[in-house]
């Protein structure tokens, strides 16, 4: 019986290995992103409900993660339009609010649903690399990371993914989700950002914060920024998002790529 249990796992996971349309990476992806995405805004909701967040109407820093996050979201919107995958992009209700919290941190659920704490705003210093870091989380989420990493630790624990795990108790599935989604979730415990995943995060972030009217550019000092921040200790932000010298190098490969998206927009 355990035999044909391992036979199955191994079967759905050979179907279930995609190529992303946009990235052109073969991928596991086990879970529906629908159920993702509803477990995502259940999630969201009730992170915002114990949180301070803080109101788009009143306060300058909320407003301009919201014209951000929602010109980076227009953008990719349009260049997948363009390619003719946007149904890619089914679900996606797109939510940008600003926490106040001093961790140094941001980001994405499978649906849309973005954190920024105000934490990272000192570090960020400007729209362009906040466009640079909304960009990078946001690529995780469209580009299925999460599923991919779920999917890959449900097949190392032998877990069967038949049905609506999260809607019926599956408490090894919750677990799955929460320590891949959840905001205090340590990614890094479960199973870490690929280099892959971690390079296009980069690569597409940059290209999209690009297309969505800000300097790329300013992913350099950024990344410095955030490698010097946290004195012994690392930002939270890097826990799970290394920052060093390859990081550097590549996002300086990808640069002439990513200009040719850029056109200026008006920054306040």
């Known amino acids: 019986m355990k035999k044909i249990i391992i036979a199955a796992i191994v079967m759905s996971s050979i179907v279930a290995c995609t190529r992303n349309a946009v990235t052109g990476r073969k991928q596991l992806a086990l879970f529906p992103e629908q159920t993702l995405q509803q477990e995502a805004l259940s999630q969201y909701k009730s992170f915002l409900s114990q949180n301070q967040v803080l109101s788009q109407n009143v306060n300058k820093d909320a407003e301009m993660v919201r014209r951000v996050g929602t010109r980076i979201a227009k953008a990719i919107t349009t260049y997948y339009t363009q390619k003719g995958l946007e149904e890619q992009l089914s679900g ?15 980001w994405c659920m499978p649906g849309g649903k973005v954190v920024v704490y105000t934490g990272l705003l000192p570090i960020t210093q400007n729209e ?13 989420a469209v580009a299925k990371h999460g599923n991919e990493r779920m999917s890959q630790a449900a097949f190392a624990q032998g877990l069967s993914v038949a049905g609506d795990l999260f809607t019926s108790g599956n408490p090894k599935a919750n677990n799955l989700f ?44 950024f990344w410095q920024r955030m490698a010097q921040g946290g004195g ?22 990808y640069m002439n790529e990513a200009l040719t998206y850029y056109k200026p927009v008006k920054t306040y």
């Open 92 to 106: 996606y209700n797109w939510e940008f609010n600003l926490v106040n919290s001093k961790e140094v941190n941001a």
């Open 128 to 140: 362009a690399a906040l466009a640079v870091v909304l960009g990078h989380e946001i690529t995780h």
């Open 178 to 221: 929460r320590n891949v989604f959840a905001p205090t979730a340590q990614i890094g415990v479960l199973l870490p950002n690929s280099r892959n995943q971690e390079l296009e995060a980069d690569k597409f972030g940059l290209f999209f914060a690009a297309m969505a009217g800000y300097n790329p550019r300013e992913a350099i000092p």
């Open 232 to 253: 012994q200790k690392p930002p939270e932000f890097l826990a799970t998002h290394p920052s060093d010298d390859k990081r550097i190098a590549k996002l300086q490969e």
